[in-house]
């Protein structure tokens, strides 16, 4: 069995060991002692006496990139939570120290959400002809980066940057801790921005507290030479004079006289299974079963038996474009990033 550890013990870490599902999770690295339904390392040495076969890094920005070097010293395969580094000094430094490595893996889980995984099998599947722009509105920066080059096919290398930012009045009924006792409405900004890669459009824009505030749609936009998807609806060209809709539809146990318990079944497209939840019986949510397939996909590069579930060169590669919109908004000004290392 694939053994692996977790260094941090805060909110994001909890999934990490709490999805571990026929993996073996050793336990965790905290700074300070903690009741937790796995054991408890006060170091990292103690951790790593224990042998795993990979190490989730799931702590802050700034401490992650020097627990990465350590790691990789100790010749460790890592997932790395996201970002690998916070800015592009950081980025760079990083990639210089254990980028040839190939020890490293970044924890970008959206394509293996049901909903996305679904969407990018039709993409790639040619149903709406080659895919010229992606429009993402749910997510920010790296991750929703991340969105734009898989679904676009971008590889790694420049791109040209435009971004705005704007603020206007919005309830703020929820966060990661639950219902407001009382709901705020307080200036919200939005940051816009257009990503041109050379093998698309890529248009970003994000709502502070768009994860969790629910008065707001999470909306993705794919567009190829023949239709175009939006959400969950799609529309292409098949034949001559002939333009045709059809849906991704879900199948969702648990409803009404569905007695097999709420779950996931699958996603379809007509008669097409587009993705079927390889963990049907777990009640789990969307994120819950991205993490857990991303936890499965590095056990298997962790034993040479499945390839890269995300590169650092990738992740990297997120978070320096995210950079680069944050820095057009900034400065009202044209970005366009250069040749790096990892390209």
């Not at 408890?40 to 795993?52: G, H, I």
């Not at 420049?158 to 709901?183: F, H, I, K, N, Q």
């Not at 939840?277 to 819950?288: F, H, L, S």
Request: glycine share 8%; hydrophobic share 40%; charged share 25%.
């Amino acid at each position: 069995m694939t053994s692996y550890a977790i260094v941090g013990s805060g909110w994001r870490a909890e999934y990490f060991w709490r999805l571990a599902d026929e993996l073996d999770c050793l336990g965790v690295v905290s700074r300070g002692p903690k009741e937790l339904p796995v054991p408890v390392f006060t170091s990292l040495d103690e951790c790593l006496a224990r042998k795993p076969d990979f190490v989730v890094t799931a702590t802050p920005w700034q401490v992650t990139p020097g627990l990465i070097r350590e790691l990789v010293g100790h010749g460790v395969r890592v997932l790395a939570e996201t970002p690998p580094a916070p800015d592009l000094d950081g980025l760079r430094a990083l990639w210089h120290d254990v980028g040839e490595s190939g020890l490293v893996q970044v924890a970008e889980q959206y394509s293996r959400m049901p909903a996305h995984a679904a969407r990018l099998a039709l993409a790639r599947s040619g149903a709406i002809g080659n895919i010229t722009r992606v429009d993402v509105s749910s997510t920010h920066q790296y991750h929703a980066v991340a969105s734009m080059r898989a679904f676009l096919g971008a590889a790694r290398g420049p791109v040209e940057v435009r971004a705005m930012r704007s603020s206007a009045l919005l309830a703020d009924p929820l966060s990661r801790a639950g219902w407001a006792a009382e709901v705020e409405t307080k200036p919200a900004v939005t940051t816009h921005a257009t990503v041109v890669f050379p093998e698309g459009l890529g248009v970003y824009d994000f709502t502070d507290n768009q994860w969790h505030n629910q008065l707001l749609h999470r909306r993705l936009l794919v567009r190829g030479t023949r239709g175009e998807l939006q959400d969950q609806d799609v529309l292409r060209l098949t034949g001559e004079k002939t333009i045709v809709s059809t849906p991704i539809v879900r199948r969702q146990t648990g409803y009404d006289l569905d007695l097999d318990g709420f779950d996931t079944d699958h996603l379809t497209f007509g008669s097409d299974v587009l993705y079927r939840n390889p963990y049907q019986g777990r009640r789990w949510n969307d994120e819950e079963i991205a993490i857990a397939t991303l936890l499965r996909d590095t056990a298997a590069w962790a034993r040479d038996e499945g390839p890269a579930p995300y590169p650092l060169a990738d992740g990297i590669e997120d978070h320096r474009i995210a950079l680069a919109i944050e820095e057009a908004a900034d400065r009202d000004a044209v970005v366009r990033t250069g040749a790096e290392a990892w390209h």
